[in-house]
T-cell receptor, first 110, second 113 residues
Framework: RKEVEQDPGPFNVPEGATVAFNCTYS??????FFWYRQDCRKEPKLLMS???SGNEDGRFTAQLNRASQYISLLIRDSKLSDSATYLC???????????FGSGTRLQVQP | DADVTQTPRNRITKTGKRIMLECSQT?????MYWYRQDPGLGLRLIYY???????NKGEISDGYSVSRQAQAKFSLSLESAIPNQTALYFC????????????FGDGTRLSIL
C-alpha cells in the first residue's frame, strides 16, 4: 500500500462547479499535511497547509480526518485557472522529509 | 529572480556519462532536498540535507550522490547515468519545523539515451 494515495482523475468539471478531492495516508502517526498545486511540468507550489480543525482560504477548504486517515480539498466556484494537478503531501513522525501523493488532475472546462 | 534556481533546465546525455545538477537558493533556508518525478509516481526523495554537515539518503538514493557546498548550494550527481534515471528533477528548500512548507525550483528535465 502506498503511503499516500490519491485518485489520479482526471476530474472534468464545468466552470463554477464545486469539486472535492480526497487523499488517504497509511501512517497514523503523520503530523503535518499539505496540499500542493502543480501545473503541467512545472514545480509544485504550496496551496495550503491542512490543520486539525480544518481551514479555508478563499474558495479552497481543507479538512483532516485523523480517525479515517484522510484529508480532503474542496474547491468552490471552479475557475479555468484551477486546472492543475493537486498533490497531497504528508509528513510522518520522525520523518525528516515529506511524502507526496501521485496527484489528482483537475480540468475545469468553459 | 527565482528564490530556488536549478541548472541546467534541460539536459540530454548518454548512458554512462557523469552528470551534475546544481541548485542554489537565496531564501536563507538551512534545509535542502532533491526529488525526482516520474509519471504516475509522484515526487520521490533522493537526498536531503539539514545543514552543510548533514546529508541523508532518501528513498531512492542508489545511483546518486550529493554535495552541500554551502548553505545556499546543493548539487546532485549521477555518477554513471542510466536510461531509467530519465526524469524531472526538483530541488527544494525549507525552514526547520514540521509545519514549514517546501519551496521548489523550476526543475531539470533530464533524458538519458
Amino acid at each position: 500500500r502506498k503511503e499516500v494515495e490519491q485518485d489520479p482523475g482526471p476530474f472534468n468539471v464545468p466552470e463554477g462547479a464545486t469539486v472535492a478531492f480526497n487523499c488517504t495516508y497509511s501512517n497514523s502517526a503523520s503530523q503535518s499535511f499539505f496540499w500542493y498545486r502543480q501545473d503541467c511540468r512545472k514545480e509544485p507550489k504550496l496551496l495550503m497547509s491542512v490543520y486539525s480543525s480544518g481551514n479555508e482560504d478563499g474558495r479552497f477548504t481543507a479538512q483532516l480526518n485523523r480517525a479515517s486517515q484522510y484529508i480532503s480539498l474542496l474547491i468552490r466556484d471552479s475557475k479555468l485557472s484551477d486546472s492543475a494537478t493537486y498533490l497531497c503531501v504528508v509528513r510522518g513522525t520522525g520523518r525528516r522529509a515529506l511524502t507526496f501523493g501521485s496527484g489528482t488532475r483537475l480540468q475545469v472546462q468553459p | 529572480d527565482a528564490d530556488v534556481t536549478q541548472t541546467p533546465r534541460n539536459r540530454i546525455t548518454k548512458t554512462g556519462k557523469r552528470i551534475m545538477l546544481e541548485c542554489s537558493q537565496t531564501k536563507g533556508h538551512d534545509r535542502m532536498y532533491w526529488y525526482r518525478q516520474d509519471p504516475g509516481l509522484g515526487l520521490r526523495l533522493i537526498y536531503y540535507s539539514f545543514d552543510v554537515k548533514d546529508i541523508n539518503k532518501g528513498e531512492i538514493s542508489d545511483g546518486y550522490s550529493v554535495s552541500r557546498q554551502a548553505q545556499a548550494k546543493f548539487s546532485l550527481s549521477l555518477e554513471s547515468a542510466i536510461p531509467n534515471q530519465t526524469a524531472l528533477y526538483f530541488c527544494a528548500t525549507s525552514d526547520p519545523g514540521d509545519l514549514q512548507p517546501q519551496h521548489f525550483g523550476d526543475g531539470t528535465r533530464l533524458s538519458i539515451l
